[in-house]
């Protein structure tokens, strides 16, 4: 790049850099973004298909669930890694939704190409998509009902919404009782940690085994053979330090010069390890949970003394048995006291899988619970797990929010809808952008449409019909292929999931579009092949195949 002055070209940047100005650079940048939510948009709804992604190890992934596709693809375009945080954010904020918020994101920057086709300047064009998406907010919070956190049904239909097209599906049922029990029993003042649920994956029997375990699962074995493999009435001991003794700090060397000498050594060695056991055995703990090593001559005195130990647990479950048995993490064996102790029911090692696991259940109220998933295969294990991840987050969102709406596309049309009717209260140019707006999120019943393979048209015909006659929660049944009431069907999702896919679509696509020079480093513009002119290639993103 050389600029001119005085007749004198100036070098500014490194040669090889590459430069896309204006139009040119926002087409380009509209065209990768918008390639991005092709990609996704088959899998939305619950008749979306699944994408099998192979990554350069050959490790293959098969899902339909918005954020993992987009993580899973090696995507090297600056505009299209936005659409990822799009997803990434739905994701972390909410837990479903994924999809829709990267249609979305797609669908606005195809409506603001139109526009500025027409000449409209992209300031009005993100200034309007502001005012639309507010007012969006505005809209949603009005036709959104109240939910309250005790009740059962209206929440497993949530987790069942959640579910639906992902492959946990053929067992829906009993996946949202589960998981709809599992957040109530972790929720704390309104607000529900789901990082308090430890789901765990198993691969064998069917998904309708998977169960819910009131209290904890520990991918542990007992140490030694001869502790037991039950005990009940457990006293647990959580100890944040090795059961061992501890080497010196400075190197020292001991000078031992006969057997007796080596024997007194060994003896003491072996009295001071005791006396840490019998600190432990004195505290009255009859299983223990340490997050380092146990030595072997402390494991046989604990075996003799019939404590269960299990040994090098992960710091994150060592945290979720704290809130689930009531003890306190211990850091040092001196300062262990009878009240530091967790309770616990049962604690028993059994084998799951070809794998022995410690389970501590019958806990009085615990506020840590786990989830065991299974599936007939590896892959079917870990969607059944994506699909389990989703549910949960949206339970809680629920139970945190206490709003829903009304699935099936019902509550885009409707928001479309009454957008329209804003527009044309909205003087100047910005009213083009709001219209923009309500067509663009038309495009998720257009696209539940789509991939149930219904006529669009006609669907969305109908959609807007009964909307236009006050029916707020029609929705577009893709099974039967008729538009009925969402809300009596049990097609529900949080309120949140719809907020914030307007919000971060919205805020992605007036950033890119305000975007109006690429200047790329020398080292990325042999990166950065340059857009094809064809919709249907993924350019720009490097490890793609053409789609």
């Known amino acids: 790049?050389?600029?001119?002055?005085?007749?004198?070209?100036?070098?500014?940047?490194?040669?090889?850099?590459?430069?896309?100005?204006?139009?040119?650079?926002?087409?380009?940048?509209?065209m990768a973004a918008r390639a991005v939510a092709e990609a996704v948009r088959?899998?939305?709804?619950?008749?979306g298909m699944d994408k099998m992604l192979v990554d350069s190890m050959g490790d293959v992934v098969i899902t339909n669930d918005g954020?993992?596709?987009?993580?899973?693809?090696?995507?090297?375009?600056?505009?299209?890694?936005?659409?990822?945080?799009?997803?990434?954010?739905?994701?972390?904020?909410?837990?479903?939704?994924?999809?829709?918020?990267?249609?979305?994101?797609?669908?606005?920057?195809?409506?603001?190409?139109?526009?500025?086709?027409?000449?409209?300047?992209?300031?009005?064009?993100?200034?309007?998509?502001?005012?639309?998406?507010?007012?969006?907010?505005?809209?949603?919070?009005?036709?959104?009902?109240?939910?309250?956190p005790d009740d059962e049904d209206v929440l497993q239909k949530i987790a069942g919404t959640a579910m639906t097209g992902k492959g946990a599906e053929a067992a829906k049922t009993p996946l949202s009782k589960l998981c709809v029990k599992a957040v109530q029993s972790i929720v704390e003042d309104d607000l529900?940690?789901?990082?308090?649920?430890?789901?765990?994956?198993?691969?064998?029997?069917?998904?309708?085994?998977?169960?819910?375990?009131?209290?904890?699962?520990?991918?542990?074995?007992?140490?030694?053979?001869?502790?037991p493999k039950r005990v009940e009435n457990a006293k647990i001991l959580l100890l944040d330090t090795a059961i061992e003794l501890r080497e010196t700090e400075v190197d020292t060397e001991i000078s031992i010069t006969s057997p007796e000498q080596m024997q007194a050594f060994l003896a003491e060695e072996g009295r001071m390890l005791k006396s840490m056991v019998n600190k432990i055995i004195e505290s009255g703990?009859?299983?223990?949970?340490?997050?380092?090593?146990i030595d072997d001559m402390a494991q046989h005195y604990l075996a003799k003394a019939d404590v269960l130990a299990a040994r090098r647990v992960k710091k994150s479950d060592m945290e979720k048995l704290a809130r689930a048995t009531g003890a306190s993490i211990v850091t040092s064996v001196d300062d262990i006291n009878k009240d530091d102790l967790g309770r616990?029911?049962?604690?028993?090692?059994?084998?799951?899988?070809?794998?022995?696991?410690?389970?501590?259940?019958?806990?009085?109220?615990?506020?840590?619970?786990?989830?065991?998933?299974?599936?007939?295969?590896?892959?079917?294990?870990?969607?059944?797990?994506?699909?389990?991840?989703?549910?949960?987050?949206?339970?809680?969102?629920?139970?945190?929010?206490?709003?829903?709406?009304?699935?099936?596309?019902s509550s885009e049309t409707e928001v479309a809808l009454q957008l329209r009717r804003y527009a044309s209260t909205v003087g100047g140019r910005e009213q083009?952008?709001?219209?923009?707006?309500?067509?663009?999120?038309?495009?998720?019943?257009?696209?539940?449409?789509?991939?149930?393979g219904l006529d669009t048209i006609d669907s969305l015909v109908n959609l807007r019909s009964r909307h236009e006659k006050g029916e707020k929660n029609a929705g577009l049944d893709v099974y039967s292929g008729n538009v009925v009431d969402m809300q009596k069907a049990g097609v529900l999702e949080p309120l949140r999931i719809k907020t914030q896919a307007i919000g971060s679509a919205a805020e992605s696509?007036?950033?890119?579009?305000?975007?109006?020079?690429?200047?790329?480093?020398s080292g990325l513009s042999k990166k950065m092949p340059e857009m094809p002119p064809e919709m249907g290639e993924m350019g720009g993103m490097g490890g793609m195949p053409p789609m």
């Open 1 to 30: 790049m050389a600029g001119q002055l005085s007749g004198q070209p100036v070098l500014i940047l490194r040669e090889g850099s590459q430069r896309t100005r204006g139009r040119e650079a926002q087409s380009m940048n509209i």
């Open 192 to 227: 529900a940690d789901i990082d308090n649920i430890k789901v765990e994956k198993r691969v064998g029997g069917g998904i309708e085994d998977s169960e819910l375990i009131e209290g904890m699962v520990i991918d542990k074995e007992r140490v030694h053979p001869g502790m």
């Open 42 to 47: 088959t899998t939305l709804g619950p008749k």
């Open 432 to 452: 083009l952008a709001i219209e923009a707006f309500a067509d663009a999120l038309e495009a998720i019943p257009r696209t539940l449409a789509e991939n149930a």
């Open 285 to 293: 703990a009859n299983v223990v949970f340490c997050q380092k090593g």
């Open 344 to 409: 616990a029911g049962l604690v028993e090692e059994k084998k799951v899988a070809d794998e022995d696991m410690t389970f501590v259940t019958k806990c009085k109220n615990p506020k840590a619970v786990s989830l065991i998933v299974h599936g007939g295969t590896e892959h079917v294990v870990d969607e059944v797990e994506r699909a389990v991840h989703d549910a949960l987050r949206v339970v809680g969102v629920a139970i945190e929010d206490k709003k829903l709406v009304a699935g099936g596309g």
């Open 67 to 148: 954020v993992t596709i987009l993580k899973e693809m090696d995507i090297e375009h600056p505009a299209a890694k936005m659409m990822v945080e799009v997803a990434k954010t739905q994701d972390d904020e909410v837990g479903d939704g994924t999809t829709t918020a990267v249609v979305l994101a797609g669908e606005l920057l195809k409506k603001a190409e139109s526009l500025l086709d027409q000449d409209v300047h992209p300031t009005v064009i993100a200034s309007g998509y502001r005012m639309a998406a507010q007012k969006s907010y505005e809209i949603l919070d009005s036709i959104a009902s109240p939910i309250s």
């Open 509 to 521: 696509a007036v950033m890119i579009l305000r975007i109006d020079d690429v200047i790329a480093a």
